[in-house]
């Protein structure tokens, strides 16, 4: 586990803003939970747990001074309690009220919401700088290796013999749909194919079979040259990468 070198006494406390009292190692037996938190953090605690083993606590929770309460790290504490850690560090503080500890429990967790990936980055971040060993870098990063897939699959010329069947929605079906898989030559054009139809699906990766409808449609007539069967048509100009 990693040392915290602060220790350090702050100003009094204000009205109003955190005041962190000290920065220690403590025992675990010597905080507790906060038995309100509306967060449900029990699934993300054993994950959790698995990337404190490999990066150890680089940051305190944060604990309420007057009653030894943790306002911040509710889920790195019961992480910590699955590896069965002794000690655990923390940043004591003194809320002027329980109003302010409430606020900011609440605020800390619903401020990590507001922020998405840039998947552009990523598909050029992880193949560039974290190798290629999908296992290793879910253990690292906490992504899963069926999303992890998907951005080194973009490196690629070929596409591999056989793909994972995931739940690539991010939903469960009794009958799972059909995907059909298209290789861009770069993840622009992806980008700009998919900011076509000014929709957002719940994988970044994906575009809905009605989406597509929008914007070509099939007409039963032999397409010159072909035996037979139809031919795709475009309802308007549209080019990969262009407008």
Request: aromatic share 10%; glycine share 6%; proline share 5%.
């Given at each position: 586990?990693?040392?915290?070198?602060?220790?350090?006494?702050?100003?009094?406390?204000?009205?109003?803003?955190?005041?962190?009292?000290?920065?220690?190692?403590?025992?675990?037996?010597?905080?507790?939970?906060?038995?309100?938190?509306p967060?449900?953090?029990?699934?993300?605690?054993?994950?959790?747990?698995?990337?404190?083993?490999?990066?150890?606590?680089?940051?305190?929770?944060?604990?309420?001074?007057?009653?030894?309460?943790?306002?911040?790290?509710?889920?790195?504490?019961?992480a910590?309690?699955?590896?069965?850690?002794?000690?655990?560090?923390?940043?004591?503080?003194?809320?002027?009220?329980?109003?302010?500890?409430?606020?900011?429990?609440?605020?800390?967790?619903?401020?990590?919401?507001?922020?998405?990936?840039d998947?552009?980055?990523?598909?050029m971040?992880?193949?560039?700088?974290?190798?290629?060993?999908?296992?290793?870098?879910?253990?690292?990063?906490?992504?899963?290796?069926?999303?992890?897939?998907?951005?080194?699959?973009?490196?690629?010329?070929?596409?591999?013999?056989?793909?994972?069947?995931?739940?690539?929605?991010?939903?469960?079906?009794?009958?799972?749909?059909?995907?059909?898989?298209?290789?861009?030559?770069?993840?622009?054009?992806?980008?700009?194919?998919k900011a076509?139809?000014?929709?957002?699906t719940?994988?970044?990766?994906?575009?809905?079979?009605?989406?597509?409808?929008?914007?070509?449609?099939?007409?039963?007539?032999?397409?010159?040259?072909?035996?037979?069967?139809?031919?795709?048509?475009?309802?308007?100009?549209?080019?990969?990468?262009?407008?």
């Amino acid at each position: 586990m990693n040392k915290f070198k602060i220790k350090q006494k702050t100003t009094p406390p204000v009205k109003s803003g955190l005041s962190i009292i000290e920065v220690k190692k403590v025992p675990m037996s010597s905080i507790k939970l906060w038995d309100k938190n509306p967060r449900k953090n029990e699934k993300s605690a054993k994950p959790l747990a698995e990337l404190l083993k490999v990066h150890g606590q680089k940051s305190p929770i944060v604990v309420w001074i007057k009653n030894n309460t943790i306002y911040k790290g509710n889920t790195t504490y019961k992480a910590a309690k699955i590896l069965k850690w002794e000690y655990i560090w923390v940043a004591f503080t003194d809320f002027p009220s329980e109003k302010e500890a409430i606020g900011y429990a609440l605020a800390d967790n619903k401020s990590s919401e507001w922020s998405d990936w840039d998947e552009s980055i990523l598909a050029m971040l992880l193949p560039e700088h974290m190798g290629n060993n999908l296992s290793e870098i879910a253990g690292i990063t906490g992504f899963k290796e069926a999303d992890l897939a998907g951005y080194f699959a973009a490196e690629s010329n070929e596409l591999p013999d056989e793909l994972k069947e995931i739940d690539i929605l991010g939903t469960s079906f009794e009958d799972k749909a059909d995907y059909l898989v298209v290789q861009f030559p770069d993840h622009k054009s992806m980008d700009d194919f998919k900011a076509r139809f000014n929709s957002k699906t719940a994988h970044p990766r994906v575009i809905t079979y009605e989406m597509l409808l929008g914007i070509m449609e099939f007409k039963d007539v032999p397409a010159e040259g072909a035996g037979g069967g139809g031919s795709v048509v475009l309802k308007k100009k549209f080019k990969l990468g262009g407008k």
